[in-house]
């Protein structure tokens, strides 16, 4: 029986088309009774039943004044739905960083041009049977609110965003409204880095450049000068620069000549590639998860670093774009 649904499921789904925003309508919408409304309409049933057999004007009166809110309840649930505009967020699926080790998420936007508020809107993974997995929210009159929708953890690689599905019971809970929708947009699962990843390996000669100091293992390089005036602050080497300081006690304008910063010129020499073949993993997966590790970490440290990988080289650059391109080729490695 499993197995026939799920079939099925994907079936329909694959019937559906691909896009990245949705007009709800009455062609997408879809309206049954829930176990509590099958329960009503038995329960109509009976209390009919009994009118008819005893001759009860009351048992009609309250048989077809709860029939007829029941019916009322049907057309508000279906048009707390229909109307409304479904779409991703711009920069969840496409730009967000995703990990495998980590649930994947994204954000919807859910517009109303209605000029009454819809209640009870619940958003969740059309794969995920489990009801704590709903995200539920009020969406305002003539308004948009925006919701993450989490849902289990992916390979790494590039994958369709989920089949979502979007329902509500507002406001009797007699009837189920709901749509299905298949984003078109592609979400990249990078390698789930390595939580305790050795240091960033020694960077290399530039062609042409006489070999300097290599990269040390907290991402400094070794070529320094003095301070001088107008240097960015995040050239400054502060582990030498507080022993400095401890040691001019009160002469502060002695400690501020010894200041040593980073030369830019001098390091310009140095080339960081974080190499596939010497990350010293046997495995694969923990090779590119200490790589991603590495690119994490040079980023975050501002370094200018490239990448190589048994088929591919990206060139040393910096930046966001930068980091999500060699995440990317590590994702599809």
């Known amino acids: 029986m499993f197995s026939i649904r799920k079939r099925f499921q994907k079936w329909f789904e694959s019937r559906l088309p691909l896009t990245d925003t949705l007009q709800l309508t009455q062609r997408n919408v879809y309206i049954l009774p829930t176990p509590v409304g099958w329960m009503m309409v038995l329960t109509l049933l009976v209390l009919l039943v009994a009118s008819i057999n005893y001759q009860l004007n009351l048992g009609y009166l309250l048989t077809f004044l709860i029939g007829g809110s029941v019916l009322v309840g049907m057309h508000v649930a279906h048009n707390n739905l229909r109307g409304m505009h479904l779409s991703l967020a711009r920069n969840s699926a496409a730009n967000k960083a995703q990990f495998a080790s980590?649930?994947?998420?994204?954000?919807?936007?859910?517009?109303?041009?209605?000029?009454s508020v819809r209640y009870g809107i619940g958003l969740r993974l059309a794969d995920l049977e489990d009801s704590v997995n709903w995200t539920w929210v009020d969406v305002p009159a003539q308004g948009s609110t925006t919701l993450e929708v989490t849902g289990k953890p992916m390979t790494r690689g590039l994958h369709p965003v989920p089949t979502l599905l979007t329902e509500t019971r507002f406001p009797l809970g007699t009837f189920r409204v709901w749509t299905v929708?298949?984003?078109?947009?592609?979400?990249?699962?990078?390698?789930?880095?390595?939580?305790?990843?050795?240091?960033?390996?020694?960077?290399?000669?530039?062609?042409?450049?006489?070999?300097?100091?290599?990269v040390q293992a907290s991402g400094e390089f070794d070529g320094v000068r003095s301070y001088r005036r107008g240097d960015p602050l995040k050239q400054?080497?502060?582990?030498?620069?507080?022993?400095?300081?401890?040691?001019?006690?009160?002469h502060e304008s002695d400690a501020t000549s010894q200041l040593i910063s980073r030369d830019v010129q001098h390091t310009q020499a140095q080339v960081l590639y974080l190499d596939y073949f010497r990350t010293g993993c046997a495995n694969a997966e923990a090779a590119l998860s200490r790589m991603c590790a590495?690119?994490?970490?040079?980023?975050?440290?501002?370094?200018?670093?490239?990448?190589?990988?048994?088929?591919?080289?990206?060139?040393?650059?910096?930046g966001e774009t930068h980091k999500h391109q060699c995440l990317q080729a590590l994702a599809a490695h």
């Open 236 to 250: 400054v080497v502060w582990k030498k620069a507080a022993k400095v300081w401890g040691d001019a006690g009160e």
């Open 181 to 214: 929708w298949r984003p078109a947009a592609k979400i990249w699962v990078y390698p789930a880095p390595e939580m305790q990843a050795p240091a960033l390996p020694m960077g290399e000669p530039s062609s042409g450049e006489v070999k300097l100091s290599p």
């Open 102 to 115: 980590d649930n994947a998420s994204f954000e919807v936007i859910l517009s109303s041009t209605n000029q």
């Open 294 to 318: 590495w690119v994490i970490q040079a980023d975050q440290l501002g370094l200018t670093y490239g990448l190589r990988l048994p088929r591919l080289e990206i060139a040393p650059s910096q």
